[in-house]
């Protein structure tokens, strides 16, 4: 069963930092790209960052270019997006969803986390 | 970027009839090499996280009931409930992932019952 678990969300100040984590399971996970994507509340999806299963080619929203850092540890199974610069618009909850390729190239997502909620505020 | 524009951004259908959402692309999400049109589309129901329904258009995903089907090529798509169910309540997105991102979803449309 392929499972996705997230964490490493929480209330932070504007300008600060923090860093999510996404523990996969059930699949080989470095054969496989995969995405983050927030909701902010009562909104949307927003697809925010995309990674390829070897971790050589990561791709970013604008709205999160030069702020967020997507990278993964394939010996651990696990998916982290360091952000910094944190700004009001990006509290939403996020979620790690796999794509169904290596690459990052024609990536719909078959399984997604539950999420885990960002509230920037002060 | 590719902007995906649904309609309506709501819709309320009485249990046992269709349901119908429409998805536009800003371009083409047809590649003319494989004849593939890169769309997705997704339910999500409350305090849960989005499903896989359907993709390159009208493939249905593993397990989605039958009542289930996408339609439309290049610029133009169509998710279609055959006979409204009670569970089928919820908030339907698609998707398109032709090339590299950034990926881009439709609004969203919020399905209720009438």
């Known amino acids: 069963e392929v499972l996705l678990l997230e964490s490493g969300g929480g209330l932070v100040q504007p300008g600060g930092s923090l860093r999510l984590s996404c523990a996969a399971s059930?699949?080989?996970?470095?054969?496989?790209?995969m995405s983050w994507v927030r909701q902010a509340p009562g909104k949307g999806l927003e697809w925010v960052s995309a990674?390829?299963?070897?971790?050589?080619?990561?791709y970013y929203a604008d709205s999160v270019k030069g702020r967020f850092t997507l990278s993964r540890d394939n010996s651990k199974n696990t998916l982290y997006l360091q952000m910094s610069s944190l700004r009001a618009d990006d509290t939403a909850i996020y979620y790690c969803?796999?794509?169904?390729?290596?690459?990052?190239?024609?990536?719909?997502?078959?399984?997604w986390g539950q999420g885990t909620l960002v509230t920037v505020s002060s | 970027d590719i902007v995906m524009t649904q309609s309506p951004d709501s819709l309320a259908v009485s249990l046992g009839e269709r349901a119908t959402i429409n998805c536009k692309s800003s371009?083409?999400?047809?590649?003319?090499?494989?004849?593939?049109?890169?769309l997705a589309w997704y339910q999500q129901k409350p305090g849960q996280p989005p499903k896989l329904l359907i993709y390159?258009?009208?493939i249905r995903e593993s397990g989605v009931p039958d009542r289930f089907s996408g339609s439309g090529s290049g610029t133009h798509f169509t998710l279609t409930i055959s006979s409204l169910q009670a569970e089928d309540v919820a908030v339907y997105y698609c998707?398109?992932?032709?090339?590299?991102?950034?990926?881009?979803f439709g609004q969203g449309t919020k399905l209720e019952i009438k």
């Open positions: 969803a796999k794509a169904i390729g290596v690459i990052v190239v024609d990536n719909y997502f078959d399984y």
């Open positions: 059930g699949f080989t996970f470095n054969s496989y790209a």
């Open positions: 990674i390829s299963g070897t971790g050589g080619a990561a």
């Open positions: 371009q083409s999400v047809l590649y003319s090499s494989n004849n593939k049109n890169y």
């Open positions: 390159w258009a009208s």
């Open positions: 998707q398109q992932y032709y090339s590299t991102p950034p990926y881009t």
